[in-house]
Structures are given as C-alpha cells and as structure tokens.
C-alpha cells in the first residue's frame, strides 16, 4: 500500500534551534496537509498545498513557522527559531482533491508523524 | 470556526459491551468522517459519511450522519481489546478541508 513518509519520526533539541520536518506525499496526490497535534489542543491544521502552491496557512505562527513544496514529492515544515510550546506531534497528510477535469475527491492519508520535543 | 465536540472523552469498558461516541457542532458539514488513531501512527479513515440520516456499517461497528448534518455517533457492538484507540470525528470542510473533533480514548478491557 502507498503511504505517506516522514522524517525524522522523533526530534528533541533545544529551545532556539531551527527545526526541519520532511514528508513524502503519497505519488499522485495532488494535497498536502500539515497538522499539529497536542493533548490540549487535539489535531489542527496549520496549513495545505495543492499542486505545490500554498492556498492556506492560517493556522500556523507566521513568525517563526514556514512550510514549503519545494517539488511533488516533498513538503517541508521548519520552525526557526523553535521554542518550548512547539512541542507536539506534527502530521502530515496528501490526498487527491478533484480539479474538475474528471478527478473525484480521495481521502486524506496521514504519515505517522514526527514527535517533536523543544526542550 | 466551526468547531466538533465529541463525547465522552475518555471511556474505558469490559470486552463484550457496547458503547457509542457522539460527535456533535452547531455547523453544518457537507460530509463527516471517522478515524481511529493508535499510539506512534497517524490517523486511519474508517469511513464518510455524506447524506443527513446514512447510516453505514463496517463490521460491528456502525455510524451514523445525524438528519441536519451536524452531528454524528460511532456505535460498537460486543466491543473487544482490539478497538482499543482513540477514535477522531472530522468534518469535511471546503477544499476538502478536515475540522477534527478532541477525540474519544478508547480501552477495551479484557
């Protein structure tokens, strides 16, 4: 079965440190989801691409978090400069969302995330 | 902001019972999906449901999409340790954006 890919699957480092999380969409996909999860908080979207272009990035802190698609199959998340409250589990998850060329919505996939620890 | 509370948080029963996870918002979704989430692994689709009233059965567990497409239930019969999880409703908002309930931690008990 295809599956979404990330890495690192676990990151501690100290407060202030540049943090960068990678995911490998699954081929074909055309959505790329970027989810923050906290017991506090539960599962938030922090932002999406589709066809590599950012079309939401709402739920991110502008200041020190940035995703990019730098081609089709990656999608990074950085935090720079990371702090304390960044701590959580980061998913990130592709699907396949109809362009209106034929295309019919498929479901999100997830990665099985990377457990981020800023100390 | 369309927000989804799902009720009870935290339910911890003997194999063999039944039970029911409610999902509940004051909006409306277009469709309304289910996960179920294990320790160190994302989230995995169980099923969507789309017209207000489906009803939808995957084994012995059976979901519901309430008539106005607000809220939803996650019913289990004779419950075993495997459903053991945490269990995540999500609407399905524009371009397929997901609004993800806090969850439901689930423990079958043997």
């Known amino acids: 079965d295809a599956r979404v890919t990330q890495t690192p699957r676990h990151k501690v480092t100290e407060m202030g440190q540049e943090v960068t999380m990678r995911c490998q969409p699954i081929l074909g996909h055309n959505t790329v989801f970027w989810y923050r999860q906290t017991m506090m908080q539960g599962l938030e979207l922090l932002a999406y691409?589709?066809?590599?272009?950012?079309?939401?990035d709402s739920g991110m802190p502008k200041d020190r978090f940035s995703a990019e698609m730098p081609d089709a199959t990656l999608a990074t998340l950085k935090i720079q400069p990371s702090e304390p409250r960044d701590s959580a589990v980061y998913f990130c998850?592709?699907?396949?969302?109809?362009?209106?060329?034929?295309?019919?919505?498929?479901?999100?996939?997830f990665g099985d995330g990377t457990r981020l620890s800023i100390l | 902001t369309q927000l989804l509370k799902q009720s009870p948080q935290f339910l911890s029963i003997q194999e063999g019972e039944n039970l029911t996870v409610y999902c509940n918002s004051s909006?409306?979704?277009?469709?309304l999906q289910w996960y179920r989430q294990e320790p160190g692994e994302g989230p995995v689709l169980l099923v969507t449901v789309v017209t207000g009233g489906e009803v939808k059965k995957l084994k012995r567990l059976t979901f519901q999409f309430g008539d106005a497409r607000k809220d939803s239930s996650l019913h289990i019969t004779a419950a075993q340790t495997g459903d053991t999880g945490l269990y995540l409703c999500a609407g399905v908002g524009g371009a397929q954006k997901l609004v993800f309930g806090q969850g439901t931690r689930l423990t079958i008990n043997p």
């Open positions: 691409f589709r066809n590599r272009a950012p079309l939401d």
């Open positions: 909006s409306v979704f277009s469709s």
């Open positions: 998850a592709s699907g396949l969302v109809s362009d209106g060329r034929g295309l019919s919505n498929q479901p999100q996939h």
